[in-house]
Each structure stands twice: as C-alpha cells, then as structure tokens.
C-alpha cells in the first residue's frame, strides 16, 4: 500500500504547555488509522496540525512522498486532505449542495446536485440535495460533511470523534461508508474514544500521551485492555463493582408533563417518573426521543405545559433554575460549551459560578486556590486555573462542568451524556463519582447514549419513547433483555 501521509518530528508549543513533542505518524492508502489517548495527550493538536490549522514549531510533513507546506486549510484541501470535525461548519440556511460547492468556482449547482446524488449512493451517505440544513438531523449533517470532502477528492479523511452525537443506528451507517472509503483507497485518520468501536473500525492504532506517540499496533496485535492500558499506563476498570442499591425516599416525581420541542412541536407526552434517593435511574432511547426535554423540564431550562414536577414533595413546576440549584438540583447538560460553561471565564470563575449564587463573595485569592484543589482532584489538564475554559479540550472541559456540580453534594444530579468526549481514565472516573454521590444519599437520572453504560450504572433502566417511558427493566446485559430493551426503543411496550 501507498503511504498517503507522513508527519516527522512535529513540534508545537503553547504559551507553558508542549502540546506535541516529536511526533511521528504515518496513513497509508485505504486504511483507518485510528488516533488515540487521553484528553489533552495531542491527537486534536496534531490533527489541525496536518489540516493547516495550526503551523509547527518543528518537523515535516509529506503528502505521497513529497515534502509540503500546509498553512491553512485551504492548502490541506489542495492536497486532498479534508477533516470533519466535531462542531460542523455548515451555512444552516443554505441546501445540502449550496454547503457543498461552497467555496469552489465555476461549480454548476444542477450538476452538483446529480453528482451528490452519486457519492450518496456510492457510499451510501443517505441525504437529500435539495434539502436546507437546518431541516437535517446531526447525523445527517455529518454525512453533508463527509459528502463536502469527497466531492473535492479528499484522499486522507480526518474524523475526530465522528459516533459522539450518532445513535447506534447512524454509527452503523457512519462505518459503512468509512468500509466503502477504505475499498475506493481512501485514506482515514480516526479520533475516538470508544473502544468498541475503535476495535470495530481500525487497521492499526497510534496512542499518544502527554504530547508523545507511546506506541503504534496493527489489528490482531490489540484489545480494549491493551489499548487502555497503552494510554493510561495501568489496567483501567470500566466495569465499576458496586454494592447493592438501598433507595430512600423520592426526591424526583415527574407526574403526567407535557413540553414542546424547540421547534413548537410535543416532545413530552405525559411523562411519569421516579427516582429515589440512594439510586440510579437510567433512561436509554434513541436520541431525540425527548431525553433533552426531560432533562431541561426538570433544571427549569423548558417550560412545562402540564403536569407536575416535584423535589421531595415540594412542586417546583416552572420555577426557575436558581430556585432549583439552591434547591440541590446539579446538572450536566449534554452542551458543554453552549450550556453548562461561559467559555470566555477562566477554569476557576467556571468552578465557582454556583457557589456564587449561594451567596459566597468573590474573592479571587480564595476561589484560585479553591480551583488548584479541584484540578488536581478531577485531574483536569490546564496550564493554569487563570485560563479561559474555552481553551481546553472538549473532555477536559467536561471535567470543569462534573467537578462544579459534584461538589455542590446535590440531592438530585440530572447527568445527560456525562462521558461524552471523555477518555477511558475520566470515564472510569466518572462512573466512580457516580456511584459515590448515589452511595452518599443522592438521587441520580442518568440518561446516557451507550447501553453498555446505562447497564454499568444504572440500578434500574426506564425507555423513554417519543416522549413518553414504555417500560422498565433491569441493568441485564443479556441478549434477551437487549432485545428487549431495543423493542422498546422502538416504541413496543413492555
């Protein structure tokens, strides 16, 4: 096979952080060449890198054997390199095929129509042309993103953590397409976190930690166990021993609410729910089922429209959020940056925004050394507590939004998505820390995009189905409560 694409030496710096440190790579022609670590370890460094995004401090970079200068993402694109990253850069108003010859002279909107149409087909990147983009779905979106690289003829395919937003059902289309890349010569760097599916998807994998590559192994050479243990440096535990649940009283009863998508449209049909204190309730569905809605209903973010919410016995139907933090309710919402963050404060204003609303005054000394304690405790990568939480990575940012919310020792936590974007250490934290705050009193409602999580978590599984729970069971990884619990994602009632 070719070799498509090779970085020697690369070096980048940040003002007190080395963020790549000699970093050798390699891609060959139709191959998936996956790139892990843990956040912070380099990959998305390296990958804007490569895409002109960043430029080096140090080292090369050869495209087909040739040494070439790659400034901006314009120049990667010339030489066939393209990246679908995680936050699209998609016009919303404009057609699928408006977005896709955006940028490119002389392109016939008619036959970029016609030949969308074809690449559709070919790899089986089902959307419509014609269709406006704000009118799509997020996996259908990522497929518009796709379709923009292989229409320019891009040989070498950057997708950083692609499945974060699919559902299961969208991931098996996403590798379907990635298979028919490899067969045309394509060539794929891939950006995950998850494991099963990097197990699924690669050829070889490249682990990078603290900026260096640790070690790269072709298929057959790995398993989930070797490749954790690459990246962390020890045998990391994701299947958390935990005792017996005891629940308490409810300290969440969701009674009969009705709610309206953003869109004007229902999304909660009379919704029931309980959780207790002492437990976890894990809500599994496909996305867009009213997962959000539930989760925003309960914080105050959503009004209801009927029905009844209630925290320990006390109706707090529409009442705002401060009333609810105050309350004991935490929340970690599956927009990090758009929600639970104000990217633009420092790490240490992020982790004392609500303790400012419990009336503690801003002292800055106080709060930088309270931030220094928190870092280290939840092992969050940042040069210093002073820097702006735009500026870390997406896991890392994640840490920030878990560590401000645990610590409040809520009597309710909403965790929508928490491992999203996260490593295999912060996972495994994670779910520790999950599993702390149930054991010390508090009521959790886990709603989670991975059945294998909602399972390691959960002491009981609620389906939630346009808007409504079809039924309950229980965390069983056997294939006939799987089964079952996928015909109620369905909307088939237990």
């Not at 990959?43 to 901006?72: A, C, H, R």
């Not at 289309?173 to 197990?199: C, D, Y």
């Not at 930088?368 to 890392?396: C, F, H, M």
């Amino acid at each position: 096979m070719k070799t498509l694409l090779r970085v020697k030496g690369i070096v980048k710096r940040f003002p007190g952080v080395l963020a790549l440190n000699g970093v050798n790579f390699e891609l060959q022609e139709g191959e998936v060449h996956t790139l892990l670590g843990e956040n912070g370890a380099g990959k998305t460094t390296l990958m804007n890198v490569i895409f002109g995004l960043y430029k080096p401090d140090e080292g090369e970079i050869e495209i087909m054997g040739k040494k070439v200068q790659i400034k901006s993402p314009h120049d990667a694109l010339k030489y066939g390199i393209g990246m679908v990253q995680q936050h699209f850069t998609l016009v919303p108003s404009f057609s699928v095929a408006e977005n896709v010859i955006l940028g490119l002279p002389g392109e016939n909107l008619q036959d970029a129509v016609k030949r969308i149409r074809d690449i559709s087909n070919t790899y089986g990147l089902d959307v419509d042309p014609n269709a406006k983009i704000w009118q799509l779905s997020v996996g259908e979106r990522q497929r518009v993103e796709i379709i923009k690289l292989l229409y320019i003829g891009a040989r070498v395919v950057i997708l950083d953590e692609p499945t974060a937003v699919l559902t299961p059902q969208e991931t098996k289309a996403l590798f379907k397409a990635i298979r028919k890349m490899k067969e045309n010569g394509t060539g794929i760097i891939f950006i995950s976190h998850k494991l099963n599916e990097v197990m699924e998807i690669s050829d070889r994998v490249t682990v990078m930690k603290k900026g260096k590559v640790v070690g790269t192994v072709k298929r057959g050479e790995f398993d989930q166990r070797k490749l954790a243990s690459m990246m962390v440096g020890r045998e990391v535990v994701m299947e958390v021993e935990r005792e017996k649940a005891k629940p308490g009283e409810v300290v969440l009863k969701v009674d009969n609410v009705t709610a309206k998508s953003d869109k004007g449209h229902s999304a909660l049909n009379g919704i029931s729910l309980e959780v207790r204190a002492g437990e976890i309730l894990g809500i599994a569905g496909v996305a867009g089922n009213g997962q959000r809605e539930l989760a925003e209903i309960i914080y105050g973010l959503r009004e209801v429209e009927s029905g009844k919410v209630e925290l320990l016995g006390e109706d707090i139907t529409n009442k705002d959020v401060l009333y609810r933090i105050l309350k004991g309710i935490s929340y970690i919402p599956q927009d990090r940056k758009g929600v639970a963050l104000s990217p633009n404060l420092s790490v240490a204003e992020n982790l004392h925004l609500k303790r400012q609303t419990k009336g503690f005054f801003y002292n800055h000394d106080k709060v930088y050394k309270r931030a220094q304690e928190l870092i280290k405790k939840y092992n969050i990568k940042t040069p210093s507590p002073d820097v702006a939480v735009k500026y870390l990575s997406g896991g890392n940012m994640q840490k920030v939004v878990i560590a401000r919310e645990f610590e409040l020792k809520p009597k309710l936590i909403i965790a929508v998505h928490p491992t999203r974007g996260l490593d295999v250490a912060s996972m495994e934290f994670v779910y520790r820390s999950l599993i702390k705050a149930r054991d010390e009193g508090a009521a959790v409602l886990l709603l989670a995009g991975e059945l294998y999580e909602i399972f390691n978590l959960s002491d009981r599984v609620g389906v939630i189905y346009e808007g409504e729970i079809v039924g309950y069971t229980t965390p069983d990884p056997t294939p006939e409560n799987i089964e079952k619990i996928g015909l109620m994602m369905a909307g088939v009632r237990a």
